[in-house]
């Protein structure tokens, strides 16, 4: 099993741009996260998605974007980036069952400038 | 809203030796779990170790025990034999056993190895 995978590994955008951060998990997990690390900062919840056609709002979305058409892919759409979205990003995957441990990809690091 | 505290920006520890890191969080809930995770330089998020809010013994893996103190709402990791790839920034987090079990992190600590 790949886990949890992420596209691309780092990004530069210039401020306008859009672009999407793929991400995909080959462990049937029906759970899956973004998050967002700013620098010396933990991580926070960006959206989520329980299952196929079904996402939320975490704690941070304003300025982005989630589709779930398949279990596997949840990608995450910035329309009209700004320096505030720099940051590195964190796709996670859980089962939704027993201790629930999320999984996490290996992060992008995006730099708006 | 659930929060999570971690006051030490950063700790150093002679190899070989324990350090403890704090966390403190804020909850209404009785029930739930909380996580330490390990991001090396490489970013990769790594559980350490797992503690669910109803069992009153603390959980140990190996090197790493937690001391859990429910009323105190205290959930501190203790390392021992502490080695250079213990390096790491290490985060706390808590999640609710309800709903779509997102978790909150704390700042994180910084935790350098000194050989």
């Known amino acids: 099993n790949a886990g949890v995978t992420q596209t691309p590994k780092f990004r530069i955008l210039k401020i306008g741009q859009s672009m999407t951060l793929q991400c995909t998990q080959d462990?049937?997990?029906?759970?899956m996260y973004w998050y967002r690390q700013d620098p010396g900062m933990g991580l926070k919840l960006i959206y989520y998605?329980?299952?196929?056609?079904?996402?939320d709002k975490g704690e941070v979305p304003n300025g982005y974007n989630v589709s779930r058409s398949t279990t596997e892919d949840f990608p995450l759409r910035l329309e009209l980036a700004a320096p505030s979205q720099t940051s590195v990003y964190f796709c996670?995957?859980?089962?939704?069952?027993?201790?629930?441990?999320?999984?996490f990809g290996p992060g992008t690091r995006l730099t708006v400038t | 809203a659930q929060t999570v505290t971690q006051s030490q920006p950063e700790m150093s520890v002679q190899e070989a030796e324990t350090v403890t890191l704090s966390c403190t969080y804020d909850?209404?809930?009785?029930?739930?779990?909380l996580f330490w995770y390990k991001q090396p330089p490489s970013r990769q998020m790594i559980l350490v170790i797992r503690?669910?809010?109803?069992?009153?013994q603390n959980a140990t893996e190996n090197r790493f025990s937690v001391n859990f103190q429910k009323a105190a709402k205290s959930f501190s990791l203790k390392i021992s034999d502490s080695q250079l790839g213990d390096a790491a920034m290490y985060f706390c987090?808590?999640?609710?056993?309800?709903?779509?079990?997102?978790?909150?992190f704390g700042q994180g600590t910084r935790l350098t190895i000194n050989p």
């Open positions: 462990m049937n997990h029906n759970y």
């Open positions: 998605s329980v299952g196929a056609g079904i996402t």
């Open positions: 909850t209404s809930e009785s029930d739930y779990y």
């Open positions: 996670a995957s859980s089962t939704g069952q027993g201790t629930y441990e999320q999984y």
């Open positions: 987090a808590y999640r609710r056993i309800q709903g779509a079990q997102k978790l909150v």
């Open positions: 503690q669910e809010a109803y069992k009153q």
